[in-house]
Every structure is written in C-alpha cells, then in structure tokens.
C-alpha cells in the first residue's frame, strides 16, 4: 500500500537530542524512514538522512519515531517520514530569501518521496531560537505554512506544531511562557499546537532539550493533534 507521508522539520527537538536508549534500536511497526533513495524500516536518529542536519553523532531521539507509531497504530496505514531537521536553526533560515535554503531542500526531499505515498502532514518543531521575539513569530510562521502549502499543492494540508520546553533555560525573567502563549493563541486554519505541559529536560533546567521518554511522548502528543485535524 502507499505510505501516509509526513514531513518533519524545525530545529534540534525535531532532530532529536534525547540520549540513545534501548528502546531507540528497536524498529518501528508500519514506519518506514526516507533515506533518500527509497524507505527503509524506521529506527532512530530519524534525522540521519536529513541533507540540513549538523554531524551524525548529534542525531539522537526524537519525536518523530512515537508519533508514527502512534499515527500508523491508530489510522491502521503504513506512515512514511521525510525528516529534514537543522539543529540551532532559526525561522527566517526556513523562509525564502535565507541563504541556507532548508525550506526548499525541505520541499525537494519530501517530493522526491512522492512515488511511494501522498503527503498526509508537516510536523513543525522549532522555537529555541527565536523565543525572545514572539511577536515577530506569528506572521513568520503563518508565511511558512502558506508556502508549504501552495508548494506542496494542498491549501488544507494538515501542518502541527509543538510548544518549546516550559522550564526557563534562557536567562530571561519571562523565561519560554510568552513564546508558547503565541503558539497557543494562533488561529490557522487545519492546524494544531502541541502541549510541551510536563515534559522535561534531557540533562537540567538549562538544556532547552527534551529528555529521550519525553521526546516519545511530545511524538505521541503529535500523532494525537494530527489525529483530530483530519
């Protein structure tokens, strides 16, 4: 059967930085990763293949693996994923006119899976770095999802994002409460925001990344929010 494609992309949560357990060398029943020629069984780092990411060994868990267990567990439909992550990416390095072109590389890789699926979603995780200016975010984000949309020929396609880590790792008073408030005012159409309540830190409060359990449940947090948009 075709696969249910589903695009990943956003900064080091997406690309993974939870610690290589035991649960990460096992593969995923009906996930299948795109390693660029093809799909294979999916097994974690997801963002190995990514043609944005910074060197191998910093590809660890993440989020993606939980949510297509959990997507293809519950739709009962083999789950393809492109993920093409950048760890320390900002959102203006995703928008057109960026010298690093992460969202066209973003777009040619998840067309470039077409023969084997349609594309079901965008999962969007980024944030760390932009966190400071959460009124300059909105309008950047909406502009990502239009082009996303109109470049992958679907005006209503699914598009998820997540809120950062709750905890204050950013030496300001305010901390990330602002930023994920704008997350979770934001009104577009055939989107979701994905809770980041309870989720904790992969070593301390100073480490704005996920723990390895905590990246599986945001995974699962994903499937779930994507679950209710279709």
């Not at 780092?45 to 043609?51: D, E, H, K």
């Not at 203006?92 to 079901?120: F, H, N, Q």
């Not at 979701?192 to 409060?205: F, I, N, R």
Request: neutral net charge.
């Amino acid at each position: 059967p075709r696969l249910r494609l589903v695009l990943c992309i956003g900064q080091s949560n997406m690309a993974g930085r939870g610690l290589m357990d035991a649960g990460a060398a096992e593969t995923l029943r009906s996930v299948y990763l795109f390693n660029g020629d093809g799909f294979e069984r999916a097994a974690e780092p997801m963002n190995r293949y990514s043609t944005v990411r910074k060197e191998l060994g910093m590809q660890r868990v993440g989020p993606v693996g939980s949510f297509a267990a959990r997507y293809a567990e519950v739709t009962g439909a083999p789950v393809g994923v492109v993920v093409n992550a950048r760890g320390g990416s900002s959102i203006d390095e995703w928008l057109p006119g960026s010298e690093t072109g992460y969202l066209a590389k973003a777009v040619e890789r998840i067309r470039a899976a077409g023969d084997w699926g349609d594309v079901a979603a965008v999962l969007w995780h980024q944030g760390e770095a932009d966190s400071a200016h959460p009124e300059r975010y909105e309008a950047k984000l909406r502009r990502l999802v239009g082009i996303l949309r109109t470049e992958l020929g679907n005006p209503s396609l699914p598009v998820v994002f997540g809120e950062i880590a709750h905890w204050n790792w950013t030496n300001r008073v305010e901390g990330t409460a602002p930023f994920n408030a704008m997350l979770r005012s934001l009104h577009i159409p055939h989107t979701a925001c994905v809770s980041a309540e309870g989720l904790a830190p992969m070593k301390d409060e100073t480490d704005p990344h996920f723990s390895a359990a905590s990246q599986r449940e945001l995974g699962r947090r994903y499937a779930e929010a994507l679950l209710k948009l279709r």
